[in-house]
Protein backbone atom coordinates (compact mmCIF):
# COMPACT_ATOMS: atom_id res chain seq x y z
CA UNK A 1 0.00 0.00 0.00
CA UNK A 2 2.53 2.69 0.90
CA UNK A 3 4.90 1.59 -2.67
CA UNK A 4 1.16 2.35 -4.11
CA UNK A 5 0.58 5.63 -2.43
CA UNK A 6 3.73 7.23 -2.19
CA UNK A 7 3.59 5.98 -5.89
CA UNK A 8 1.20 8.34 -7.08
CA UNK A 9 2.85 11.02 -6.70
CA UNK A 10 4.51 11.57 -9.98
CA UNK A 11 6.71 7.76 -10.08
CA UNK A 12 4.61 6.86 -13.15
CA UNK A 13 1.52 5.73 -11.98
CA UNK A 14 -1.11 7.74 -13.60
CA UNK A 15 -2.57 10.21 -11.49
CA UNK A 16 -6.26 9.67 -9.76
CA UNK A 17 -9.31 9.71 -11.69
CA UNK A 18 -11.62 12.60 -10.67
CA UNK A 19 -14.87 10.90 -8.68
CA UNK A 20 -13.94 7.28 -9.30
CA UNK A 21 -14.46 4.60 -6.91
CA UNK A 22 -11.10 2.36 -5.79
CA UNK A 23 -11.16 0.27 -8.98
CA UNK A 24 -8.55 -2.54 -9.66
CA UNK A 25 -8.19 -2.55 -13.60
CA UNK A 26 -6.07 -5.33 -14.31
CA UNK A 27 -5.02 -7.25 -10.87
CA UNK A 28 -2.29 -10.43 -11.63
CA UNK A 29 -1.78 -11.32 -7.83
CA UNK A 30 -3.09 -9.16 -5.12
CA UNK A 31 -0.30 -10.22 -2.79
CA UNK A 32 2.57 -9.18 -4.99
CA UNK A 33 1.87 -4.80 -4.78
CA UNK A 34 3.04 -5.55 -1.26
CA UNK A 35 6.14 -6.38 -2.50
CA UNK A 36 6.75 -4.15 -5.36
CA UNK A 37 8.65 -1.06 -4.72
CA UNK A 38 7.58 2.43 -6.65
CA UNK A 39 10.34 2.19 -9.17
CA UNK A 40 9.46 -1.22 -10.21
CA UNK A 41 5.91 0.21 -10.57
CA UNK A 42 7.59 2.75 -13.68
CA UNK A 43 6.27 1.97 -16.67
CA UNK A 44 3.88 -1.41 -15.25
CA UNK A 45 0.76 0.32 -17.07
CA UNK A 46 -0.73 -3.13 -16.51
CA UNK A 47 -1.02 -2.85 -12.57
CA UNK A 48 -2.37 0.16 -11.34
CA UNK A 49 -5.61 1.53 -8.93
CA UNK A 50 -7.92 4.22 -9.92
CA UNK A 51 -8.10 6.46 -6.91
CA UNK A 52 -10.85 9.29 -6.15
CA UNK A 53 -9.90 12.70 -6.06
CA UNK A 54 -7.87 13.58 -2.93
CA UNK A 55 -7.87 10.31 -1.44
CA UNK A 56 -4.23 10.06 -1.95
CA UNK A 57 -3.27 13.06 -0.42
CA UNK A 58 -5.46 11.91 3.16
CA UNK A 59 -4.56 8.31 2.78
CA UNK A 60 -0.61 9.44 2.39
CA UNK A 61 -1.36 10.88 6.02
CA UNK A 62 -2.47 7.86 6.88
CA UNK A 63 0.54 5.59 7.49
CA UNK A 64 2.18 8.64 9.51
CA UNK A 65 -0.81 9.10 11.82
CA UNK A 66 -1.35 5.52 12.42
CA UNK A 67 2.50 5.10 13.04
CA UNK A 68 1.65 7.71 15.83
CA UNK A 69 -0.59 6.20 17.57
CA UNK A 70 0.74 2.51 17.52
CA UNK A 71 4.29 3.92 18.93
CA UNK A 72 2.31 6.33 21.31
CA UNK A 73 0.00 3.07 22.05
CA UNK A 74 2.80 0.71 22.19
CA UNK A 75 5.17 2.61 24.79
CA UNK A 76 2.02 3.23 26.76
CA UNK A 77 0.77 -0.53 26.98
CA UNK A 78 4.92 -1.26 27.80
CA UNK A 79 5.41 1.23 30.30
CA UNK A 80 1.95 0.03 32.25
CA UNK A 81 2.48 -3.16 32.09
CA UNK A 82 5.79 -2.51 33.51
CA UNK A 83 4.90 -0.32 36.04
CA UNK A 84 2.34 -2.58 37.17
CA UNK A 85 4.12 -5.50 37.58
CA UNK A 86 7.23 -3.38 39.61
CA UNK A 87 3.85 -2.18 42.10
CA UNK A 88 3.07 -5.51 42.20
CA UNK A 89 6.25 -7.45 42.69
CA UNK A 90 7.58 -4.68 45.33
CA UNK A 91 4.64 -5.13 47.37
CA UNK A 92 5.10 -8.62 47.13
CA UNK A 93 8.95 -8.87 48.49
CA UNK A 94 7.73 -6.57 51.48
CA UNK A 95 4.88 -9.33 52.31
CA UNK A 96 7.63 -11.95 52.42
CA UNK A 97 8.66 -13.52 55.53
CA UNK A 98 12.35 -12.27 57.39
CA UNK A 99 13.24 -15.60 56.52
CA UNK A 100 12.89 -15.01 52.80
CA UNK A 101 15.28 -11.96 52.85
CA UNK A 102 17.99 -14.20 54.99
CA UNK A 103 17.93 -15.95 51.57
CA UNK A 104 17.91 -13.04 49.52
CA UNK A 105 20.62 -10.88 48.80
CA UNK A 106 19.30 -7.12 48.43
CA UNK A 107 21.03 -6.46 45.30
CA UNK A 108 19.57 -9.56 43.68
CA UNK A 109 15.67 -8.59 44.57
CA UNK A 110 16.89 -4.85 43.47
CA UNK A 111 17.74 -6.64 40.14
CA UNK A 112 14.38 -8.14 39.69
CA UNK A 113 12.70 -4.79 40.38
CA UNK A 114 14.85 -3.46 37.91
CA UNK A 115 16.58 -5.20 35.34
CA UNK A 116 14.32 -8.41 34.71
CA UNK A 117 11.19 -6.16 34.14
CA UNK A 118 12.98 -4.13 32.34
CA UNK A 119 13.98 -7.42 29.90
CA UNK A 120 10.21 -8.53 30.05
CA UNK A 121 9.24 -5.00 28.94
CA UNK A 122 11.22 -4.71 25.80
CA UNK A 123 10.44 -8.49 25.10
CA UNK A 124 7.06 -8.05 25.32
CA UNK A 125 6.61 -5.07 23.28
CA UNK A 126 8.53 -6.64 20.57
CA UNK A 127 6.08 -9.54 20.74
CA UNK A 128 3.19 -7.23 20.78
CA UNK A 129 4.41 -5.29 17.48
CA UNK A 130 6.01 -7.58 15.54
CA UNK A 131 4.31 -10.89 16.95
CA UNK A 132 1.13 -9.90 15.68
CA UNK A 133 2.47 -9.49 12.05
CA UNK A 134 4.49 -12.98 12.04
CA UNK A 135 1.37 -14.69 13.05
CA UNK A 136 -0.70 -13.40 10.77
CA UNK A 137 1.78 -13.49 7.86
CA UNK A 138 2.36 -17.72 9.21
CA UNK A 139 -1.35 -18.30 9.18
CA UNK A 140 -2.61 -16.55 6.17
CA UNK A 141 0.28 -17.90 4.39
CA UNK A 142 -0.10 -21.75 5.34
CA UNK A 143 -3.98 -20.97 3.82
CA UNK A 144 -2.42 -20.16 0.54
CA UNK A 145 0.02 -22.73 0.31
CA UNK A 146 -3.39 -24.93 1.12
CA UNK A 147 -4.65 -23.81 -1.91
CA UNK A 148 -1.89 -23.63 -4.21
CA UNK A 149 -1.05 -27.28 -2.94
CA UNK A 150 -2.72 -30.03 -0.12
CA UNK A 151 -0.15 -32.36 -1.22
CA UNK A 152 3.01 -30.12 -0.58
CA UNK A 153 1.03 -28.50 2.55
CA UNK A 154 0.68 -31.67 4.01
CA UNK A 155 3.84 -32.82 3.73
CA UNK A 156 5.26 -29.54 5.46
CA UNK A 157 2.65 -29.98 8.04
CA UNK A 158 4.46 -33.93 8.71
CA UNK A 159 7.75 -31.94 8.96
CA UNK A 160 6.55 -29.23 11.47
CA UNK A 161 5.77 -31.51 14.38
CA UNK A 162 9.37 -33.09 14.49
CA UNK A 163 10.87 -29.03 13.78
CA UNK A 164 8.53 -27.38 16.53
CA UNK A 165 9.65 -30.16 19.00
CA UNK A 166 13.22 -29.77 18.79
CA UNK A 167 12.97 -26.02 18.83
CA UNK A 168 11.03 -26.35 21.84
CA UNK A 169 13.59 -28.47 23.32
CA UNK A 170 16.71 -26.31 22.40
CA UNK A 171 14.27 -23.51 23.52
CA UNK A 172 14.08 -24.32 27.21
CA UNK A 173 18.25 -25.44 27.42
CA UNK A 174 18.06 -21.74 26.26
CA UNK A 175 15.82 -20.12 28.50
CA UNK A 176 17.74 -22.08 31.51
CA UNK A 177 21.31 -20.61 30.25
CA UNK A 178 19.62 -17.11 29.78
CA UNK A 179 17.99 -17.82 33.56
CA UNK A 180 21.52 -18.75 34.83
CA UNK A 181 23.36 -15.46 33.22
CA UNK A 182 20.66 -13.16 34.65
CA UNK A 183 21.45 -14.79 38.51
CA UNK A 184 24.54 -13.82 37.74
CA UNK A 185 24.00 -10.33 36.95
CA UNK A 186 21.71 -10.00 39.99
CA UNK A 187 24.80 -11.89 41.82
CA UNK A 188 26.95 -9.07 40.21
CA UNK A 189 24.79 -6.29 41.17
CA UNK A 190 24.47 -7.76 44.74
CA UNK A 191 27.99 -7.28 45.14
CA UNK A 192 28.11 -3.14 43.88
CA UNK A 193 25.27 -2.97 46.09
CA UNK A 194 26.43 -4.51 49.23
CA UNK A 195 30.30 -2.61 48.65
CA UNK A 196 28.42 0.62 47.71
CA UNK A 197 25.96 0.58 51.04
CA UNK A 198 28.76 -0.44 52.90
CA UNK A 199 31.44 2.08 51.84
CA UNK A 200 32.91 3.10 55.00
CA UNK A 201 33.90 -0.12 55.99
CA UNK A 202 35.35 -0.89 52.53
CA UNK A 203 37.44 2.43 53.07
CA UNK A 204 38.44 1.76 56.36
CA UNK A 205 39.85 -1.20 55.33
CA UNK A 206 41.45 0.12 52.30
CA UNK A 207 39.02 -2.84 50.28
CA UNK A 208 38.61 -0.93 47.05
CA UNK A 209 40.82 -2.61 44.79
CA UNK A 210 39.43 -6.47 46.31
CA UNK A 211 35.61 -5.37 46.00
CA UNK A 212 36.46 -4.06 42.43
CA UNK A 213 38.09 -7.46 41.54
CA UNK A 214 35.02 -9.24 43.18
CA UNK A 215 32.67 -7.27 41.14
CA UNK A 216 34.62 -7.65 38.03
CA UNK A 217 34.87 -11.29 38.59
CA UNK A 218 30.75 -11.65 38.72
CA UNK A 219 30.58 -9.38 35.70
CA UNK A 220 32.72 -11.63 33.83
CA UNK A 221 31.24 -14.67 34.89
CA UNK A 222 27.70 -12.82 33.47
CA UNK A 223 29.22 -12.10 30.03
CA UNK A 224 30.38 -15.56 29.70
CA UNK A 225 27.38 -17.49 30.67
CA UNK A 226 25.66 -14.50 28.33
CA UNK A 227 28.42 -15.12 25.60
CA UNK A 228 27.22 -18.67 25.79
CA UNK A 229 23.66 -18.00 25.54
CA UNK A 230 24.18 -16.31 22.59
CA UNK A 231 26.33 -19.13 21.21
CA UNK A 232 23.57 -21.56 22.04
CA UNK A 233 21.05 -19.30 19.92
CA UNK A 234 23.58 -18.95 17.17
CA UNK A 235 24.15 -22.81 16.84
CA UNK A 236 20.21 -23.03 16.79
CA UNK A 237 19.71 -20.58 14.18
CA UNK A 238 22.37 -21.80 11.67
CA UNK A 239 20.64 -24.98 12.21
CA UNK A 240 17.63 -23.99 11.57
CA UNK A 241 18.71 -22.06 8.33
CA UNK A 242 20.27 -25.74 7.01
CA UNK A 243 16.93 -27.41 8.14
CA UNK A 244 14.85 -24.69 6.13
CA UNK A 245 17.10 -24.65 3.43
CA UNK A 246 17.07 -28.70 2.96
CA UNK A 247 12.94 -27.83 3.45
CA UNK A 248 13.21 -25.64 0.33
CA UNK A 249 14.80 -28.30 -1.38
CA UNK A 250 12.39 -31.02 -0.80
CA UNK A 251 10.01 -28.49 -1.68
CA UNK A 252 11.79 -28.18 -5.04
CA UNK A 253 12.06 -32.07 -5.15
CA UNK A 254 8.72 -33.15 -4.08
CA UNK A 255 7.02 -30.04 -6.29
CA UNK A 256 8.80 -31.13 -9.30
CA UNK A 257 7.37 -34.42 -9.44
CA UNK A 258 4.30 -33.13 -8.67
CA UNK A 259 4.83 -31.02 -12.25
CA UNK A 260 5.96 -34.37 -13.88
CA UNK A 261 2.38 -35.45 -12.82
CA UNK A 262 0.78 -32.16 -13.55
CA UNK A 263 -0.92 -32.08 -10.80
CA UNK A 264 0.85 -28.92 -9.84
CA UNK A 265 1.60 -25.74 -12.30
CA UNK A 266 4.98 -24.10 -12.57
CA UNK A 267 3.62 -20.78 -11.32
CA UNK A 268 1.61 -22.29 -8.30
CA UNK A 269 5.39 -23.96 -7.57
CA UNK A 270 6.97 -20.31 -7.78
CA UNK A 271 3.93 -19.21 -5.64
CA UNK A 272 4.29 -21.94 -2.86
CA UNK A 273 7.97 -21.02 -2.53
CA UNK A 274 7.46 -17.57 -2.10
CA UNK A 275 5.15 -18.29 0.60
CA UNK A 276 6.80 -20.70 2.27
CA UNK A 277 9.50 -18.46 2.42
CA UNK A 278 7.36 -15.92 4.16
CA UNK A 279 6.23 -18.08 6.63
CA UNK A 280 10.15 -19.06 7.08
CA UNK A 281 11.17 -15.07 7.68
CA UNK A 282 7.66 -14.91 9.85
CA UNK A 283 9.18 -17.76 12.11
CA UNK A 284 12.74 -16.31 12.53
CA UNK A 285 11.56 -13.06 13.15
CA UNK A 286 13.15 -10.94 16.27
CA UNK A 287 9.48 -12.50 18.28
CA UNK A 288 10.28 -16.18 17.50
CA UNK A 289 10.23 -17.56 20.58
CA UNK A 290 14.25 -18.75 19.80
CA UNK A 291 15.58 -15.01 19.49
CA UNK A 292 17.63 -13.81 21.86
CA UNK A 293 15.69 -11.11 23.24
CA UNK A 294 12.17 -13.46 23.60
CA UNK A 295 15.03 -15.94 25.18
CA UNK A 296 15.91 -13.11 27.88
CA UNK A 297 12.65 -11.80 27.84
CA UNK A 298 10.90 -15.05 29.32
CA UNK A 299 13.19 -15.66 31.58
CA UNK A 300 13.52 -12.27 33.20
CA UNK A 301 9.41 -12.85 33.00
CA UNK A 302 9.42 -15.94 35.10
CA UNK A 303 12.13 -14.73 37.51
CA UNK A 304 9.94 -11.55 38.05
CA UNK A 305 6.74 -14.05 38.20
CA UNK A 306 8.26 -16.37 40.68
CA UNK A 307 8.23 -13.55 43.05
CA UNK A 308 5.20 -11.91 42.31
CA UNK A 309 3.45 -15.21 43.04
CA UNK A 310 5.22 -16.01 46.14
CA UNK A 311 3.05 -16.27 49.40
CA UNK A 312 4.73 -15.74 52.71
CA UNK A 313 3.60 -18.13 55.34
CA UNK A 314 2.79 -15.20 58.00
CA UNK A 315 0.58 -13.03 55.87
CA UNK A 316 1.29 -9.22 57.43
CA UNK A 317 -2.11 -8.48 58.41
CA UNK A 318 -5.42 -10.81 59.62
CA UNK A 319 -5.97 -12.47 62.93
CA UNK A 320 -7.45 -11.35 66.57
CA UNK A 321 -6.94 -7.81 68.30
CA UNK A 322 -7.13 -7.15 71.77
CA UNK A 323 -9.03 -4.33 73.15
CA UNK A 324 -6.61 -1.71 73.94
CA UNK A 325 -8.25 -1.40 77.44
CA UNK A 326 -7.84 -4.69 78.53
CA UNK A 327 -4.50 -5.38 77.04
CA UNK A 328 -1.97 -5.94 79.95
CA UNK A 329 1.14 -7.11 78.02
CA UNK A 330 1.69 -10.69 79.74
CA UNK A 331 3.78 -12.49 77.63
CA UNK A 332 4.46 -16.07 78.04
CA UNK A 333 6.76 -18.29 76.19
CA UNK A 334 6.23 -22.22 76.39
CA UNK A 335 8.85 -24.88 75.61
CA UNK A 336 9.45 -23.17 72.20
CA UNK A 337 11.94 -24.63 70.28
CA UNK A 338 13.76 -22.66 67.60
CA UNK A 339 15.89 -23.05 64.47
CA UNK A 340 16.52 -20.66 61.81
CA UNK A 341 14.69 -21.76 58.19
CA UNK A 342 17.98 -20.96 56.09
CA UNK A 343 20.00 -23.66 58.75
CA UNK A 344 17.26 -26.18 59.76
CA UNK A 345 19.90 -28.59 61.33
CA UNK A 346 20.98 -26.21 63.76
CA UNK A 347 18.66 -25.50 66.79
CA UNK A 348 19.01 -22.28 68.34
CA UNK A 349 16.23 -22.13 71.11
CA UNK A 350 15.64 -25.53 72.94
CA UNK A 351 12.26 -25.99 75.27
CA UNK A 352 12.36 -22.42 76.20
CA UNK A 353 10.39 -21.56 78.54
CA UNK A 354 10.08 -17.88 80.39
CA UNK A 355 7.48 -15.27 81.56
CA UNK A 356 7.33 -11.45 81.01
CA UNK A 357 4.70 -10.36 83.94
CA UNK A 358 2.80 -7.08 82.74
CA UNK A 359 4.72 -4.27 83.52
CA UNK A 360 8.15 -5.10 84.45
CA UNK A 361 10.90 -5.64 83.05
CA UNK A 362 12.96 -8.62 82.05
CA UNK A 363 16.37 -9.38 81.21
CA UNK A 364 18.30 -12.00 78.89
CA UNK A 365 21.66 -12.17 79.16
CA UNK A 366 24.57 -14.65 78.15
CA UNK A 367 27.12 -15.40 75.85
CA UNK A 368 26.90 -14.28 72.36
CA UNK A 369 24.97 -15.97 69.54
CA UNK A 370 23.08 -17.54 72.74
CA UNK A 371 19.95 -17.06 71.17
CA UNK A 372 19.07 -13.87 73.16
CA UNK A 373 18.16 -11.51 69.88
CA UNK A 374 16.39 -14.66 68.30
CA UNK A 375 13.83 -14.46 71.34
CA UNK A 376 13.00 -11.20 70.69
CA UNK A 377 12.66 -11.62 66.78
CA UNK A 378 10.23 -14.83 67.79
CA UNK A 379 8.29 -11.93 70.08
CA UNK A 380 7.98 -9.44 66.83
CA UNK A 381 6.73 -13.23 64.88
CA UNK A 382 9.77 -12.72 62.71
CA UNK A 383 9.97 -16.04 62.86
CA UNK A 384 7.92 -18.54 63.59
CA UNK A 385 8.81 -20.79 66.59
CA UNK A 386 9.23 -24.74 65.58
CA UNK A 387 7.52 -25.90 68.30
CA UNK A 388 6.11 -24.65 71.88
CA UNK A 389 3.63 -21.51 71.70
CA UNK A 390 3.83 -18.08 72.56
CA UNK A 391 1.62 -16.09 74.08
CA UNK A 392 0.44 -12.61 74.65
CA UNK A 393 -2.34 -11.90 77.40
CA UNK A 394 -2.97 -16.10 77.16
CA UNK A 395 -3.83 -15.64 73.10
CA UNK A 396 -1.27 -17.37 71.35
CA UNK A 397 0.85 -15.27 68.89
CA UNK A 398 0.11 -16.91 65.57
CA UNK A 399 -3.77 -16.25 66.45
CA UNK A 400 -3.12 -12.47 66.42
CA UNK A 401 -3.28 -9.80 63.92
CA UNK A 402 0.82 -9.41 62.80
CA UNK A 403 0.53 -5.89 62.13
CA UNK A 404 -1.48 -5.06 64.96
CA UNK A 405 0.92 -6.66 67.47
CA UNK A 406 3.93 -4.70 65.18
CA UNK A 407 2.41 -2.12 64.57
CA UNK A 408 0.44 -0.93 68.05
CA UNK A 409 1.96 -3.56 70.29
CA UNK A 410 5.39 -3.64 70.64
CA UNK A 411 8.05 -1.17 70.58
CA UNK A 412 11.77 -2.54 68.88
CA UNK A 413 14.27 -0.55 69.70
CA UNK A 414 17.84 -2.58 68.34
CA UNK A 415 21.15 -1.92 68.75
CA UNK A 416 21.72 -0.09 65.02
CA UNK A 417 18.36 1.64 64.53
CA UNK A 418 17.92 1.78 60.97
CA UNK A 419 16.93 5.22 59.63
CA UNK A 420 15.55 6.51 56.42
CA UNK A 421 17.01 9.24 53.97
CA UNK A 422 14.26 11.38 54.81
CA UNK A 423 14.05 13.86 57.74
CA UNK A 424 13.74 13.97 61.33
CA UNK A 425 10.52 14.24 61.44
CA UNK A 426 9.34 11.62 59.22
CA UNK A 427 12.00 9.05 60.77
CA UNK A 428 9.81 9.75 64.00
CA UNK A 429 5.95 9.39 62.19
CA UNK A 430 7.39 5.73 61.13
CA UNK A 431 6.33 4.86 63.99
CA UNK A 432 2.58 6.48 63.78
CA UNK A 433 1.78 8.02 60.30
CA UNK A 434 -1.07 9.97 61.69
CA UNK A 435 0.37 11.31 64.50
CA UNK A 436 0.55 15.31 65.02
CA UNK A 437 3.68 17.16 65.07
CA UNK A 438 3.23 18.21 69.02
CA UNK A 439 2.86 14.21 69.31
CA UNK A 440 6.13 13.99 67.55
CA UNK A 441 7.45 16.48 69.63
CA UNK A 442 6.45 14.75 73.14
CA UNK A 443 7.77 11.28 71.83
CA UNK A 444 11.24 13.31 70.90
CA UNK A 445 11.28 14.93 74.55
CA UNK A 446 10.44 11.30 76.21
CA UNK A 447 13.50 10.24 74.27
CA UNK A 448 16.21 12.74 75.11
CA UNK A 449 16.38 13.70 71.77
CA UNK A 450 14.44 16.98 71.43
CA UNK A 451 17.53 19.61 72.37
CA UNK A 452 19.65 17.85 70.41
CA UNK A 453 17.09 18.53 67.56
CA UNK A 454 16.24 22.02 67.88
CA UNK A 455 19.86 22.54 68.06
CA UNK A 456 20.37 22.10 64.18
CA UNK A 457 19.75 24.77 62.27
CA UNK A 458 16.85 22.92 60.19
CA UNK A 459 15.48 21.13 63.32
CA UNK A 460 13.00 18.79 62.81
CA UNK A 461 13.67 18.99 58.79
CA UNK A 462 17.43 17.93 59.07
CA UNK A 463 17.38 14.85 56.94
CA UNK A 464 19.08 12.23 58.14
CA UNK A 465 21.22 11.02 55.04
CA UNK A 466 21.19 7.64 53.41
CA UNK A 467 20.24 5.09 56.88
CA UNK A 468 20.78 7.99 59.32
CA UNK A 469 24.87 8.47 58.35
CA UNK A 470 24.63 12.59 58.94
CA UNK A 471 23.38 11.45 62.75
CA UNK A 472 25.92 10.38 65.71
CA UNK A 473 24.90 6.68 66.93
CA UNK A 474 23.69 8.06 70.06
CA UNK A 475 21.33 10.79 68.33
CA UNK A 476 20.40 8.01 65.71
CA UNK A 477 19.29 5.80 68.84
CA UNK A 478 17.37 8.61 70.68
CA UNK A 479 15.49 9.33 67.27
CA UNK A 480 14.83 5.57 67.05
CA UNK A 481 13.38 5.64 70.78
CA UNK A 482 11.13 8.03 69.75
CA UNK A 483 9.93 6.50 66.56
CA UNK A 484 9.03 3.55 69.04
CA UNK A 485 7.77 5.89 71.74
CA UNK A 486 5.21 7.46 69.77
CA UNK A 487 3.06 4.57 68.91
CA UNK A 488 3.17 4.38 73.02
CA UNK A 489 4.04 0.45 72.94
CA UNK A 490 2.22 -1.80 76.05
CA UNK A 491 5.56 -4.20 75.19
CA UNK A 492 9.12 -2.87 74.48
CA UNK A 493 12.24 -4.80 73.50
CA UNK A 494 15.21 -3.09 73.73
CA UNK A 495 17.84 -5.63 71.98
CA UNK A 496 21.33 -4.29 73.35
CA UNK A 497 20.25 -0.78 72.56
CA UNK A 498 23.23 0.71 74.57
CA UNK A 499 25.78 -1.60 73.90
CA UNK A 500 27.44 0.31 70.66
CA UNK A 501 27.45 3.65 72.21
CA UNK A 502 30.25 5.57 74.03
CA UNK A 503 29.70 5.83 77.87
CA UNK A 504 28.52 9.80 77.78
CA UNK A 505 26.15 8.70 74.72
CA UNK A 506 24.98 5.73 76.82
CA UNK A 507 24.02 7.84 79.30
CA UNK A 508 21.68 9.94 77.81
CA UNK A 509 20.39 6.76 75.83
CA UNK A 510 19.83 4.91 78.95
CA UNK A 511 17.70 7.94 80.56
CA UNK A 512 15.77 8.23 77.92
CA UNK A 513 15.40 4.53 78.03
CA UNK A 514 14.40 4.20 81.71
CA UNK A 515 11.60 7.14 81.46
CA UNK A 516 10.03 4.87 77.87
CA UNK A 517 10.38 1.54 80.06
CA UNK A 518 8.08 3.10 82.71
CA UNK A 519 4.55 0.83 82.75
CA UNK A 520 5.36 -1.01 80.12
CA UNK A 521 6.31 -4.77 79.66
CA UNK A 522 10.06 -4.48 79.01
CA UNK A 523 12.45 -7.43 77.48
CA UNK A 524 16.08 -6.36 77.41
CA UNK A 525 18.77 -8.18 75.64
CA UNK A 526 21.84 -6.66 77.47
CA UNK A 527 25.30 -6.90 76.67
CA UNK A 528 26.54 -4.44 79.17
CA UNK A 529 25.45 -6.35 82.86
CA UNK A 530 25.34 -2.85 84.46
CA UNK A 531 22.18 -1.87 82.49
CA UNK A 532 20.24 -4.47 83.84
CA UNK A 533 20.71 -4.41 87.52
CA UNK A 534 17.20 -2.97 88.36
CA UNK A 535 15.92 -5.14 86.11
CA UNK A 536 12.67 -7.65 87.75
CA UNK A 537 14.00 -10.86 86.40
CA UNK A 538 17.37 -11.29 84.66
CA UNK A 539 17.51 -15.13 82.78
CA UNK A 540 20.73 -16.30 81.71
CA UNK A 541 20.24 -18.40 78.32
CA UNK A 542 22.83 -20.75 77.47
CA UNK A 543 22.83 -23.29 74.47
CA UNK A 544 19.10 -21.77 73.73
CA UNK A 545 17.55 -22.57 77.07
CA UNK A 546 17.27 -20.64 80.54
CA UNK A 547 20.37 -21.47 82.95
CA UNK A 548 19.79 -19.33 85.66
CA UNK A 549 17.10 -16.62 86.51
CA UNK A 550 16.27 -14.23 89.14
CA UNK A 551 17.24 -10.93 90.66
CA UNK A 552 20.26 -9.26 90.54
CA UNK A 553 21.16 -9.77 94.00
CA UNK A 554 19.69 -13.30 94.21
CA UNK A 555 22.00 -14.60 91.15
CA UNK A 556 24.77 -13.10 92.47
CA UNK A 557 24.32 -14.64 95.99
CA UNK A 558 24.18 -17.89 93.53
CA UNK A 559 27.68 -17.43 91.95
CA UNK A 560 26.79 -19.54 88.99
CA UNK A 561 27.23 -18.36 85.31
CA UNK A 562 25.33 -14.70 85.99
CA UNK A 563 27.89 -14.04 88.70
CA UNK A 564 30.71 -15.22 86.48
CA UNK A 565 29.61 -13.23 83.38
CA UNK A 566 29.61 -9.95 85.97
CA UNK A 567 33.10 -10.90 87.21
CA UNK A 568 34.60 -11.66 83.73
CA UNK A 569 33.18 -7.67 83.17
CA UNK A 570 33.81 -5.82 85.45
CA UNK A 571 37.95 -7.29 85.00
CA UNK A 572 37.28 -6.41 81.38
CA UNK A 573 35.93 -2.56 82.17
CA UNK A 574 37.70 -1.80 85.26
P1 LIG B 1 22.70 -13.50 70.58
O1 LIG B 1 21.68 -12.43 70.43
O2 LIG B 1 22.59 -14.24 71.87
O3 LIG B 1 24.09 -13.02 70.36
P2 LIG B 1 21.43 -14.62 68.24
O4 LIG B 1 20.05 -14.88 68.70
O5 LIG B 1 21.67 -13.42 67.41
O6 LIG B 1 22.44 -14.62 69.47
O7 LIG B 1 21.94 -15.89 67.42
C1 LIG B 1 21.79 -17.20 67.87
C2 LIG B 1 22.31 -18.15 66.80
O8 LIG B 1 21.50 -18.06 65.65
C3 LIG B 1 23.72 -17.84 66.36
O9 LIG B 1 24.40 -19.07 66.21
C4 LIG B 1 23.57 -17.17 65.04
O10 LIG B 1 24.63 -17.49 64.18
C5 LIG B 1 22.28 -17.77 64.51
N1 LIG B 1 21.53 -16.80 63.71
C6 LIG B 1 21.18 -15.55 64.07
N2 LIG B 1 20.45 -14.95 63.12
C7 LIG B 1 20.34 -15.85 62.11
C8 LIG B 1 19.69 -15.86 60.84
N3 LIG B 1 18.99 -14.80 60.40
N4 LIG B 1 19.79 -16.96 60.07
C9 LIG B 1 20.47 -18.04 60.48
N5 LIG B 1 21.07 -18.12 61.67
C10 LIG B 1 21.03 -17.04 62.49
Redesign the pocket.
Known sequence: WAGLLYGSGGRGIPAPQQGSALVPRRVLHPGMFSVLAPPVWQGCESRCWSLPAGVGMRLQEGPGLLTFSYIVLLARVGERVAGSMRKTLFASLLRQD??FF?ANRTGQLVNRLTTDIQEFKSSFKLVISQGLRSVTQIVGCFASLYLLSPKLTGLLLVVMPSLVGAGALIGSVLRSLSRQAQEQVAKATGVADEALGNVRTVRAFAMEDREVALYCHEVDRSSWLNEKLGMGIAVFQGLSNVVLNCIVLGTIFVGGSLMAGEELSPGDLMSFMVASQTVQRASGSPTSSLSPQVVRGLSAGARVFEFMTLEPTVSLSGGDQIPSHSLLGHICFRDVCFS????PG?P?LRNFSLTLPPRKTVA?V????????????LLERFYEPTQGAITLDGCELCTLDPSWLRGQVIGFISQEPALFGTSILENIRFGKPDASDAEVYAAAQLANADSFIRSFPQGYGTIVGERGVMLSGGQKQRVAIARALLKNPSVLIL??ATSALDTESEQLVQEALERAMAGRTVLV?AHRLSTIQCADLIVV?ARGCVAEAGTHAELLRRGGLYAELVRRQATEQP
Not at 340 to 343: D, E, F, I, L, N
Not at 366 to 377: C, D, F, I, Q, R
Request: proline content about 4%.
Open positions: VADYPTRCVIGESGGGKSTVAADEIL
